[in-house]
């Protein structure tokens, strides 16, 4: 059974950083292609950032707004993706999940469930 | 980047009903296009990819078509499980953009 599991979400001041994991099970990870998407409060969904894979030499790609701020990472040998967040603002706050892309077309086949991450002071 | 308008925003409809969702494309994508559904506090889920390859799993009363830059979801017969929230995603392009979303709630 695929499961791809967020964590590291919490509540943090404008201006700081967090940290988001994403750990995967039941796929080969290191073939698929890995997104961030985030979902503000009552908001519809919004890309945030992808890695490819090791084929594709780990090549990343951003939303313009959070190009800069936010990084997007991997570790293959622990099945895990992560999501590096500086430089927080308040519209920043969202639900952020992680999906796999695969195939072709690259839709985004499964997603975790989420984590909140609120910005605030 | 590439916008989808989704239309209607929001329907009402009865179990049973057959029901049709429009992402309108703002420039040409060819078939690279994905309908989610998502239902409150959970994740999205893949119905439809490539504009209308049916996800592994998904009841076949969920169908999608390309015309052009329109694309459609359609459910044959509406049944009370898929009362949620759609949207269109294109994935031509970089960004990848997602549609406004279509909200569809019990009559």
């Known amino acids: 059974e695929v499961q791809l599991v967020e964590s590291g979400g919490g509540l943090v001041q404008p201006g700081g950083s967090l940290r988001l994991s994403c750990a995967a099970s039941?796929?080969?990870?290191?073939?698929?292609?890995m997104d961030w998407v985030r979902q503000a409060p009552g908001k519809g969904l919004e890309w945030v950032g992808r890695?490819?894979?090791?084929?594709?030499?780990?090549?990343?790609e951003y939303a313009a707004s959070v190009k800069g701020r936010f990084t997007v990472s991997r570790d293959d040998s622990e099945n895990s993706l992560y999501l590096q967040m500086n430089s927080l603002k308040t519209e920043d706050t969202a639900v952020y999940y992680c999906?796999?892309?695969?195939?072709?077309?690259?839709?985004?086949?499964?997603w975790g469930q989420g984590t909140l991450v609120t910005v605030s002071s | 980047d590439i916008q989808l308008t989704q239309s209607p925003s929001f329907l009402s409809a009865s179990v049973g009903d057959r029901v049709t969702i429009t992402c309108r494309a703002s420039?040409?994508?060819?078939?690279?296009l994905a309908w989610y559904q998502q239902k409150p506090g959970k994740a999205p889920k893949l119905l439809i990819y490539?504009?209308?390859t049916l996800q592994s799993g998904v009841p076949s009363r969920f169908s999608g078509s390309r015309s052009g830059t329109e694309f459609t979801l359609t459910i044959s017969s509406l049944q009370p499980e898929d009362f949620a929230t759609y949207y269109c995603?294109?994935?031509?392009?970089?960004?990848?953009?997602f549609g406004q979303g279509t909200k569809v709630e019990i009559k």
């Open positions: 999906a796999s892309s695969t195939g072709t077309y690259r839709q985004f086949d499964f």
């Open positions: 039941g796929f080969t990870f290191s073939d698929h292609y």
């Open positions: 890695t490819r894979n090791k084929a594709n030499s780990y090549t990343t």
């Open positions: 420039q040409g994508i060819s078939s690279y």
């Open positions: 490539a504009a209308s």
């Open positions: 995603q294109q994935l031509n392009t970089y960004p990848p953009t």
